[in-house]
Nanobody, 115 residues
Framework: QVQLVESGGGLVQAGGSLRLSCAPS????????VAWYRQAPGKERELVAT???????YYADSVKGRFLISRDIAKNTVNLQMNSLKPDDTAVYYC?????????WGQGIHVTVSS
């Protein structure tokens, strides 16, 4: 069974940084694309960043220049480096990965940014 396990969330002061990691079952390169979404209370789930096997990475305008999505071959993870965090970044973050046309989701991990 495919599982995506997220880690690295927590509480951080505005301007700080966090790194989220997503550890999937199987080889990370068997998933295309991989992505991070987030959902704040009372808001719809939104796409934060995607990393396709072919082509350029995509970032939401709200995080562009601050966040970086990457694949770590050695650790077999997909990561989201979040810098210059703002209170508006507070949300539950979800790892997403597509394998053979099927989308899989992590359980979600909380990120809270204090002002």
């Amino acid at each position: 069974q495919v599982q995506l396990v997220e880690s690295g969330g927590g509480l951080v002061q505005a301007g700080g940084s966090l790194r989220l990691s997503c550890a999937p079952s199987g080889n990370i390169f068997s998933y295309d694309p991989v992505a991070w979404y987030r959902q704040a209370p009372g808001k719809e789930r939104e796409l934060v960043a995607t990393f396709p096997r072919v082509g350029s990475r995509y970032y939401a305008d709200s995080v562009k220049g601050r966040f970086l999505i990457s694949r770590d071959i050695a650790k077999n993870t997909v990561n989201l480096q979040m810098n210059s965090l703002k209170p508006d970044d507070t949300a539950v973050y979800y790892c997403n990965a597509v394998q053979q046309g099927v989308a899989y989701w992590g359980q979600g991990i909380h990120v809270t940014v204090s002002s």
